[in-house]
């Protein structure tokens, strides 16, 4: 008993630490643009100003809208060609024997350890000689094979029962057919945490869209919100707290609607 | 799945590059950022729409670019994403000129009989002017001034600043201002644009150009004299806000009618018309509580810098024609004098500048702007890392107690480990 | 033949893969090596060969040393802090309370969130007087501090916000690795009457040793590669403590425009990095081993 309620104070004392930042983000949003910033005493707004969002969206000098559709469309495209290159080589990794299988393997798990730091001057002039910068292609290309997903989905894969594959091998399939036939439809929920691992990972990256891309037409929401913060010196935190709340938003919804496959997918490519 | 796929072929028709070849997109670069919905913004963005209007088929498309502008126009220079036409500052002129990334003006002046280079003041237009070419169209200009708020000097019967007053003389009007927990003298920035004038008014300066070193020149005893006077100012005196303070509010307390001084550029009269109301519903500050004054000085004669914009094109630009139309419209008499109104800045047309100069508050700029020099980046390339570590010295000697020698000479080595590497 | 078959397949299956890891990570790190060997201005045409100098500039300047140091700190801090954390939070959630998932689902929230967003909320969060760390603070009577611009504070205040960020997908990763534990071995423990610590310290923390492992690579590795919070938070900034290496490649880069010797330093990274990981996994392999065939 003492130990339940002890439980249950931990918990929910960690929830408000936690969660206590995003509740003052959203007061702090709904103060009246241009004024000081509140103190303890008023930080619930007398007097909310929701205009502050529309002034966010709609009347400010930054294409808020494109923003949002930058990063929907990238996102989408880079989970969807993700998925397809990903499982196709887990698929290999995991129920074909070829030469190398092995080394290659481990050169792909060896590749998550330098991503970023290390290869962005080489890629940016790859992607300049390639004319890609500032393009779509800049934001989706580099993006669209992941040493995690395969890792992930190989994983999936290779519990999947061999029965299956060695009837539909007699049958006369191809290696493609038990691909998309077989094994591709049993693994939808591996699948779906691979896209959500993508989809976050993308939707949030800042770094290459920050070098990548330099028109304001092409920026995503991740890049495009460091414009507000950037855009007032320290002051006017209603209209940046508004900001913050708008890019936030969309991305506590998906993952209300995907967090079930985050703690399978962890599960999954963790701990084996 | 299939939906997902459905979505992303929808997005890749809907929002893919504009092909549309009966629009020309005309991007022009400036450090605007997100914007709060002012006056000031609605004002420029009429001027695009006219320009719009009358060129039809031209969509303007702004690049704003609030945050490390230099690195991220020269970055798009070099990924061959440039926007047509940019903003110049004379600040970081010398980068863009230097390196040839910029188109010379010269040959469109000398064809076109509708623009007259003589309309502009001839030592603004001479930043971007290398030899016979010439890369940017001055667009506006300020000097750096002192601002003081006249209703608060009357309320505590401190007479109003004068003409070749000194250091000792601004720290003794900003102690009679100050209330402690009320109200400042002065409001400090920290931004090395915004106190390089204390050091030239000390005698001292940041770097020698012609071969860009700081060791011996940023550190130096008049240097050293100068950052301690604003630092006892600030935290002896306390007569301004500690760094810390000034985040603390949120808010620029000059405008906030909270602090009876500030230094500043012409473009501050846009916050202060747009000042935020104070508990009586008035602003806590208008035009007419304003006074203007030049810088205080240790030498005689006070100095101080002159920030200017101008326009440039693209070397590599296809719409050349189109923005020497738009550099030609937005510095016209008709715009400009539209623009000015705002209170950005100095209008660098003599015309409309000599029309604002009959405004009581305006005037007081004009005998502060023949002491004006041009900021180093106008000549000096790589200049911006100057700036920066500068204030991170500032930073240092104010929020973290380092001493001001200590911080000047630690500064002027990395300065010139800097300039070594280029 | 059938194994010919098998063989082409498998190739034809990895080769989209294989030709972006090429492309996109193995190729890029050749041209670091390459690159690292001129003096290149980005803006200016000219590449001078100059052989090792760049790497012995980095290696005899202070700002390398001191963004590799602030690198190391911000990891041998973070890294074990933020792991006893989720772990403590792991064994909290793993209990079988109404509403459970609710909390672990909470929990995870700030880990997905966006960079940026929650940089700028953590400004605020840090601000001075009015900011909501020192708001609290302030009504024990604590005086205000200026955590972001204050050179002995700021760091601690990005390791203080990375736990907060980097709770979820580690607590998820132990929780896992708690769940996977047979539960007879606690059973059989309770029966010849060992206390709860020591069945923490000899069935738990042994049985969470695969976990641990890859808990500590990954975080370390991230950790070395911090960069979103430095750049919108702090510019590396006071007075250069919180100059980390990511950041600081970056403006080497981005912002000086060094190329050659940005990417000599970027090269150093990886050699520290790699080597990291290597020591990492030989350390904890030990251990492993001994427990599975033990």
Redesign the interface.
Known sequence: MLR?AL??G??LG??G??????V??VF?SLHP????????ENIIPQDPQWQNYK??LF????PVD?FF??S??VT??V??LQL???S??A???AR????G?KP?FA??LG?????????????Y??L?SF?W????YALI??G??S?FS?FLLRQFFSQIPYDLDEAARIDGAS?FNI?SRIIMPLSKPA?ATAAAFTF?GV??D??GPL?YT????MRT???G????????G????P???T??VI??LP??LA??FA?RY??KG??LG??K | MRFALLAALALLVGCGRDNDSDIIVLRVANWSGAGDDSEFERTIQDIYEEFERRHPGVDIRVEGIPDGYVSKVILSFVAGTEPDVMLLDASSAAVFIDNGVLADLMPFIENDTAFALGDFFENVVDIARRGNALFAIPNDFTPMVMYYNKRLFDKADVPYPKPGWTFQDFRATARALTIPGEQYGFSFANWMPGWIMWLWNNDGDVIDSSFPRASGILDSAENVSALEFLHDVIKVDKSAPSLGEVASMGVDLFANGQAAMTVSGHWALIGYTNAPKGSDGKPAITWDDLGVIEMPSQTGSSVTVMYESGYAIGKNSKNKELAWEFIKYFTSYEVQSKYNKSGIAVCARKDVAQERASDPLEAMFLPIIPSARPPHGASVEGYEIVEKVGKNALDSILNNDIPVRVALEKAAKRIDQEFAKR | MHRGEEQRQGWLFVSPAVIHLAVFALIPIGYALYLSLFKWQLLRESQEFIGLQNYAMSLAESPFWNAMWNSGRYAIVSVPAGMIVALAVAILVNQKLRGITVFRTLFYIPAIASGVAISMLWIYVYLPETGMINTILGSFGVQSIDFLNRAEWAMWALVFMSIWTGLGPRMVLFLAGLLSIPQPLYEAAELDGASRWRCFVSITLPMLAPTTLFVLITSTISALQIFTPVYMMTKGQPEDTTDVIGYHIYSEAWVNFNIGLASAKSFLLLIVIAAISLLQFRLMKKPMEDFSTG
């Open positions: 339940t439980s249950y931990l918990l960690l929830a630490f936690l969660m206590a930042p995003f003052w983000m702090v643009s241009r004024q000081p910033i509140p103190t303890l002034t966010v009347d400010l000098n930054l494109r559709l930058n929907l469309f989408f495209s989970v969807i397809l290159i990903t196709m080589a698929y290999a990794f074909l024997r070829f030469r299988k290659l050169v792909f590749s998550m350890m330098f991503a970023g730091p290390v290869t962005q001057i080489p890629v002039l790859l300049r004319a910068l500032d393009t779509y290309v580099p669209i094979s040493a395969i290696h691909y699948l976050f939707w949030t800042f770094f070098i330099n028109s304001t037409d929401l991740e890049v919100l460091s414009i507000f913060k950037n855009s007032y320290g002051s006017n935190w209209l940046q707290m900001a913050a890019v936030l991305l506590l993952f209300l967090q985050f703690v962890i599960l963790g701990v």
